[in-house]
């Protein structure tokens, strides 16, 4: 069995940081792209970063310049460091990736989510 899980929100003050992880578990062959989504109350849910199995990674508008995704192929993780936080950056925030597992066969997979607050 493949899974997500992510790790680290928390409530941080405007203008703190904050850094997210994902671990991804299980019968995995490989992973192609990892990426974090984030989902506010009454809003769609939207891409933060995703950075591909060479290193090439995309932002949201929203968070370019503040934001940095990073992955660990060896450990099959993921993080997303997040600096100068405003208070819009609240939401859930879920981690995602392609993953082949070792029947050579590809699933899209969500984490959990965790929380992230950001608030005075």
Do not use: H
Request: proline residues 2%; hydrophobic residues 30%.
């Amino acid at each position: 069995q493949v899974q997500l899980v992510e790790s680290g929100g928390g409530l941080v003050q405007p203008g703190g940081s904050l850094r997210l992880s994902c671990a991804a578990s299980g019968s995995i062959l490989s992973i192609k792209v990892m990426g974090w989504y984030r989902q506010a109350p009454g809003k769609e849910r939207e891409l933060v970063a995703s950075i591909g199995s060479g290193g090439s990674t995309n932002y949201g508008d929203s968070v370019k310049g503040r934001f940095t995704i990073f992955r660990d192929n060896a450990k099959n993780m993921v993080y997303l460091q997040m600096n100068s936080l405003k208070p819009e950056d609240t939401a859930v925030y879920y981690c995602n990736a392609d993953i082949t597992n070792r029947l050579y066969i590809k699933n899209n997979y969500w984490g959990q989510g965790t929380q992230v607050t950001v608030s005075s």
